[in-house]
């Protein structure tokens, strides 16, 4: 079955994702939705897309797409996602999946309805080596996670445009950057439902309306404590883009870089697990970890089968964004 593809933004993410799409079998990409005629113009020449539309409601009414990929501004992955499901349409939304959790309720109901499936692009759950790490957890090889420290920082660079305005963005760097460690996180530690989320959030860098600085707590129904960095403009960040590290009692495990350190029975003698990965990454976000995110959506598509990270995913992690939120503003521990 060759599944028919449209694209709804024509930024950087979208141009990754229309690159992953473009190398799956049995896929089209057929359409794209923009509303500067310039920039969808270069999008559709550059992946052969022969439909171009200024709204998703006017690529909806002519039809003949099967899902759609939404790289749009975070305000409009709801109304744009919603859109597309209600019409049957499946779709791979962004990250952050919405503005924030009653928006993301909202998406939950529609693909609950339509039967249409909806996934969350939280991409670092398909790159190989968190799958690694992970792997080393279910076996059991750190014994229980008792912490975790997770990065979603730029050092020296921030975004700009519509990135560092609320009323497109709904957050700042939390929302861009410290969602990655967030949902890498927990992931890592097997998908626990978060109990508390205390979080110290401000703006210090720069003249904007959002965040560019966050440092959140979140304790988990499984006893885990994640401690997670945010922030754009910073100074210094101790590990790239999701690198996480995690405390256990039998071990500790990180990605980027990636080990483990196994404590020995022998007085002071710790073993060191390397898997063979490079010490540093050149991209640290390569092509081939979208390639494999793309696969397993159109693959979901295919088999029927709810995607993960699919709306579960995508909604707890906006809970404990808007908790970290919350706790910022009136310095108190937030209870989920």
Sequence with gaps: MTLKIGFTGTGYISKIHAAAARVQPDTELVAVVNHRPESMAAFAAEYSIPRQYSTVAELLQEGGVDTLVVSTPNYL???????????????????????????????????????????????WRFDPEVLWLKEQVDRGRLGKIIRTKGYGVHANWGPGGWFTQKKFAGGGALADM??????????????????????????????????????????????????????WWQPHMDGPEAATQLYGTAGFG???????????????????????????????????????????????????????????????????????????????????
């Design 77 to 123: 992955h709801a109304p744009e996602t919603i859109a597309a499901l209600e019409a049957g349409i499946h779709v791979m939304v962004e990250k952050p999946m919405a503005m924030n959790a009653a928006e993301a309720e909202a998406m939950l109901e529609a693909s609950q309805k339509s039967g249409a499936l909806l996934m969350v692009a939280h991409c």
């Design 178 to 231: 410290g969602i990655h460690a967030l949902d890498t996180a927990r992931f890592l530690l097997g998908d626990p439902q978060p109990v508390s989320v205390y979080a110290r959030i401000g703006t210090h860098y720069k003249d904007f309306d959002v965040d560019d600085t966050g440092v959140i707590w979140v304790n988990w129904d499984n006893g885990a404590v994640s401690y997670l960095e945010s922030g």
């Design 254 to 336: 990180q990605i980027f870089p990636t080990r483990l350190l196994l404590p020995q029975a022998e007085r002071n003698k710790v073993e060191q697990i390397d898997p063979g990965f490079p010490l540093v990454r050149d991209p640290h976000c390569p092509q081939s970890m979208y390639d494999t995110q793309m696969a397993y959506f159109l693959e979901c598509i295919r088999t029927g089968r709810a995607p993960s990270p699919g709306v579960a995913e995508g909604l707890l992690n906006m809970r404990v964004v808007d908790a970290a939120y919350r706790s910022a503003e009136t310095g108190e521990v937030v209870k989920l």
